[in-house]
């Protein structure tokens, strides 16, 4: 029993003293990765420059760059009550869908009137915070990258992949908290 013990005990002391870190087995999910940022990188320039060319040609709008990295301008603006969204308010309004060539894709009638909880409910990232720049009445322009609205699946009918896109919005109602 006792060199039994010895054994364990000897085995245990000495027997992990060598240890060496795993590497990893796949390197190509980091190359992946660094690729994916890259074309992510190049789609995002690409979209910004087509926004310029946009708001070249769009001469009536003045158009604001936002830290969220979409486009922005007042189409009709209500200068009485300047009131924005906070979370947790109600807001209610109607929207467009166009391509940056003025395309239709989405007409009001077809989307209907959309009601949700700012930052408390599920919509597209571009609808949710284009919203909080607008008060009440108020007609919006924007320009939203892919990222921002469908991505890189489209919506599998008429907006395409990687598809920047120009949503025109009407703030109807603001129900504060």
């Given at each position: 029993m006792l060199r039994?013990f010895l054994?364990i ?5 000495f027997?992990?003293?060598?240890l060496?870190?795993?590497?990893p087995?796949?390197?190509?999910k980091?190359?992946f990765l660094?690729?994916?940022a ?5 789609i995002v320039a690409?979209e ?6 946009h708001i ?5 709008l003045d158009f604001?760059?936002t830290?969220?990295g ?10 009485n ?5 906070l979370?947790g ?6 929207y ?15 989307l209907?009137?959309?009601s ?6 599920d919509?597209?990232p571009g609808l949710?915070?284009?919203?909080k ?5 108020e007609i919006g322009?924007?320009l939203f990258p892919?990222y921002?609205?469908y991505?890189?699946?489209g919506d599998?009918d ?7 896109l120009r949503?025109?919005i009407t ?7």
């Amino acid at each position: 029993m006792l060199r039994f013990f010895l054994l364990i005990s000897f085995t245990s002391l000495f027997g992990c003293q060598n240890l060496e870190p795993r590497r990893p087995v796949n390197k190509q999910k980091q190359v992946f990765l660094k690729e994916s940022a890259k074309r992510n990188k190049n789609i995002v320039a690409i979209e910004q420059a087509l926004f310029q060319q946009h708001i070249e040609k769009e001469k009536k709008l003045d158009f604001s760059a936002t830290p969220q990295g979409f486009w922005f301008a007042h189409q009709k603006k209500n200068k009485n009550n300047r009131a924005l969204p906070l979370k947790g308010d109600r807001v209610t309004f109607i929207y467009r869908i166009e391509d940056l060539n003025g395309n239709l894709l989405y007409d009001e009638k077809t989307l209907g009137e959309v009601s949700f909880f700012i930052d408390q409910e599920d919509l597209i990232p571009g609808l949710r915070v284009g919203v909080k720049y607008l008060a009440m009445g108020e007609i919006g322009v924007f320009l939203f990258p892919s990222y921002l609205c469908y991505g890189y699946q489209g919506d599998g009918d008429k907006i395409g992949i990687n598809q920047p896109l120009r949503f025109t919005i009407t703030l109807l109602e603001l129900e504060k908290n």
